[in-house]
Each structure stands twice: as C-alpha cells, then as structure tokens.
C-alpha cells in the first residue's frame, strides 16, 4: 500500500509549482507531449502524485527529469495547473530531498535565508581573499591575526574539508536516488550489454541534446523558424559544456602550468573557448528571461536568477583578467575584479551539490535508468 504525505502538495508550490489540483486528469498535457512514449500517461500521472501525496512514487521514478520544461504542456492544460511548472518543482523538491543537510531545501523554497546565506559566504571568501592578498600590508593587524591564527596548512586543510564535504554530499544523494530508482527493478536478460547501451544513450544525449531538440517539435511562436544557435536546447548545451570546459581547464591549468615552460597555452585556450560558450549561454538566457519571450522563460524563481547571475559574473570577470594579465595591467580595480572572480567561482563550486546545478548529476542519472528499463531514446 501506497505511503500518503499529506503535505507534499503545499510542499511542492514552496518550489514553484502552481495550483495544480485544478488539474481534473483531462490528459492534454500527456497527449501534446513530445517526450512521452505511446502508452506513457506522464506527466499527468504526476499531478495525480502531487494532489494525493504519492511523494514515494514521485520520487522513485525517473520521468521528472525527462522534462525540459518547454512548457507545451502548461499551454494546452484547460485548468491552468501548470504541469510544466509542476515537473520542473518536482525536480527541485527531489535535489532537495536526496540532499541530506537540509541546506538545499533552505536555498531553494526560503528567499531570504539564500540572499543571507549567499551574502554571508561571499563577505567571508571576500575578506579571506583580500587579507591574503600580498598588497596588504604583511603587518596590517587583521591580516597578522588571521595567519597567525589560522596557518596556511589550517586554510589547505579546511578547504580540503568543504570541497570533500561537498563531494560526499552529492555522493549520498545519488546514492539516495539510485535505491529510488532501481529498486525493485527487473533486470535485463544481459544486464552489462543494457547498462552499455543505456550509458551510450545517456553520452549521446549529453552531447546532442537529442531529447531536449525533440521536446521542440512543436515550436514556440517566437522560436518557430530561427536558427539552431538561439534555441533554448543549444543554450543550454552551451552553458554546461561551457562550465564543463572552464572546470577541466582549471584542473589542467593547475597540474601541469610550470612558469618555465608553455604548457598553460592548451588550457588557457580550452578556458577561453570554453568561457566563450558559457557567457552566450547564460547571457541569450538571461535576456530571454527578462523579455519572457516563450512559455518556458516565464516562470523564473530566485534560484534560477541566482545560478544565471553567478554564471554570467564569473565569465564576465574570468574575461577581465584574461585581457588584464595578458596585457600586463595592474590597476587597483583589476585586484577587485580578481577577488570578486574567485569568490563567486569558489561559491558556485561550494554550492553545487546544493543548487539548481546538482541537476548536473541526477538527470544523467535518471536518464541511465530510463534507457536501462527499455526507454525509448529520441529520434
């Protein structure tokens, strides 16, 4: 017997989704999408979750995350229950529930605590940085008590803390939602052939945006006719490889830059490209946000604001420095530029297992076990 929460569907409006028991089971949301296989009712099935507190069933089943929010779905809905708001809340309240410190929940549903808490770590990282800048004065008070009091080993190894700190929590979450996911799961006849296939499907998928470009069939009026390079799909392709390239061109930049040789050149130019797409993305985004041109755009909360914002200012200013170093200046304002690069670049990393971007590591995950069940991927 089905578990009941009977405030699953007070608790899902705290993440955006509208009122969704004005939904009376029509199925036009399922019908007109493009997503959803032949004998598949989602994402009504998932409304019906909601209205009657079925959180087990919602939370153990990948569909959700199959969603790319085009929003087809909330324009043919007769009763305005928002199912395309409703599936985007429902990926929020699963990154909420499988995080285990409660932090993410705080983030995503309480404004002023994540303007606080935001606020907060970035005045630390701030002061940190600018004590630790060899500008200051090496007998300035503050800056003596702070590395006098906190040796350089202390800092390493806290910082060593929190990055492995982060990196177990989104661990225990994708631990979390795998026994969601698989269980009670039959198992393929070849299970290492169908766990092949289903990985190839989930790259293919990474790297195409295959299913996001399907969703698209049926275009919005402001999109119908443009060209590939301002869809939302290749926006939101642009935006990932992006950060995907900018993190692998800090890593390589790290290991292997030797000031007596060239070495840094290949990932200087991987950060550049890299920083190139990114900024595209999240800034054709952004305008598309402010401007609501289509359906999907036009219901954006803080979070959504907070990880685009955050994305734009560390392209923005990573680009500063680039020419600031490349052109030997050494102005005052390029030292702020730089403090302010690395605390939003050191906040998005902090936080990644805690925001919108942990999404990074579910949907890949829940795409693994809907190829892995027999889903059909895109044409």
Known sequence: MARIDPTLAARLKKYGAKDFSACYNCGNCTAVCSLTAKDANYPRIFLRYGSVGMKDEMLSAAEPWLC????????????????????????????????????????????????VFTSLLAVFLGVFMTMAS?????????????????????????????????????LIGVILMSRRLFKGMTMPKNPLAAAWDAVRNVLVEAAAMRRYRKCLEDEEPYFKGRKAIVQPWFLHWNIMWGFIGLLMATILDFMLKDPATPTFWPTRILGTVAGVMMMYGATMTIIYRIKGVARQYRNTQLADWALLGAL????????WMEVAVMAHLT????????????????????????SKFAHAFYRPLALFAYFLKGGKKAA
């Open 312 to 319: 734009f200012l560390a392209g923005l200013t990573g680009f």
């Open 331 to 354: 102005q005052k304002v390029n030292e702020v530029v730089f403090i302010v690069h690395t605390i939003i670049s050191m906040e998005l990393v902090i936080l990644f297992a805690f």
């Open 134 to 170: 060899d500008r200051i004065d090496p007998d300035n008070a503050i800056k003596r008590w702070i590395f006098e009091t906190f040796k350089f080993e202390v800092i390493h190894d806290l910082g060593m803390v929190i990055f492995s700190f982060m990196g177990l929590t989104a």
């Open 68 to 115: 790319y929010a085009c929003g087809e779905c909330s324009t043919a809905c007769p009763r305005d229950a928002g199912p395309g708001d409703y599936m985007a809340a429902a990926r929020k309240f699963a990154i909420a529930h499988h995080e285990p410190t409660g932090l993410t929940r705080l983030l995503f549903t309480n404004n002023p605590f994540a303007i």
